[in-house]
């Protein structure tokens, strides 16, 4: 992209941003209703959080292998969001640490490409799309399998995020950085939401939008 599309975008990203916020602040007061703290929305998320423990523990004896699965998953969420936006690709490796996808198509879709891998969860949305299939009494054990793919893509961004990476750094930092907060946030309203009784990942995403909506009609 060009400086000025850079500029144009920064923008939006910033309004999304805000709009991010304050929706997330809304979320926020249903799971904590204030002044009634027995009343907590958050059991239905209890294990979930046992998930995302489990899978840190469970890490530090699957650590030999668990470089080179970062490593795939990191090049699959390039393919998959390639895919998605009608991409061409060429060729797809992934090592112990290094790895690479090429791909080929409309040059301004290649921003989504380089910076899913820092904001979209592709295997947590994978299960959340199962999850509203289930019945009720297996949720418990599923929900620690979702809370495991979450504490992977927790330790993936940890691991691989930063300004040497040249997905990162072949875009200005501020774009960037910029871009990977407002996704992460996006796509933690869409799953604590996907969560809640009558929801599921898919209308989820339909309530987060129609909230930022909301709010942005709100404030016009």
């Not at 799971?31 to 899978?55: D, M, S």
């Not at 891998?117 to 947590?124: Q, R």
């Not at 399998?145 to 750094?169: A, E, K, W």
Request: hydrophobic fraction near 50%; proline fraction near 3%.
């Amino acid at each position: 992209m060009r400086s000025a599309q850079y500029i144009l975008f920064t923008c939006l990203l910033a309004i999304l941003l805000l709009l991010l916020v304050m929706v997330g602040y809304d979320i926020i007061l249903y799971l904590f209703p204030k002044g009634r703290p027995l009343t907590w929305n958050l059991p239905v998320y209890q294990w979930t959080g046992i998930g995302i423990v489990a899978f840190f523990v469970l890490a530090r004896f699957f650590n030999k292998n668990l470089n080179w699965f970062a490593t795939f998953s990191h090049e699959l969420t390039h393919t998959v969001v390639s895919i998605l936006l009608f991409r061409k690709i060429h060729s797809f490796q992934a090592g112990t640490g290094t790895g690479v996808m090429s791909s080929s198509g409309n040059s301004n879709t290649l921003v989504f490409v380089d910076l899913a891998p820092y904001c979209l969860p592709i295997f947590t949305y994978l299960l959340l799309a199962i999850r509203m299939m289930l019945a009720k009494d297996m949720l418990m054990y599923y929900d620690i399998l979702i809370g495991m793919s979450i504490g992977f893509h927790v330790y993936c961004f940890r691991t691989q995020t930063g300004s040497y990476q040249t997905d990162i750094n072949k875009h200005p930092l501020y774009f960037s950085y910029l871009y990977i907060v407002t996704a992460l946030l996006f796509n933690l309203c869409v799953i604590l939401v996907s969560y809640w009784n009558g929801k599921n990942v898919f209308t989820a995403f339909w309530y987060v939008f129609t909230q930022m909506w909301e709010t942005c009609t709100s404030i016009l």
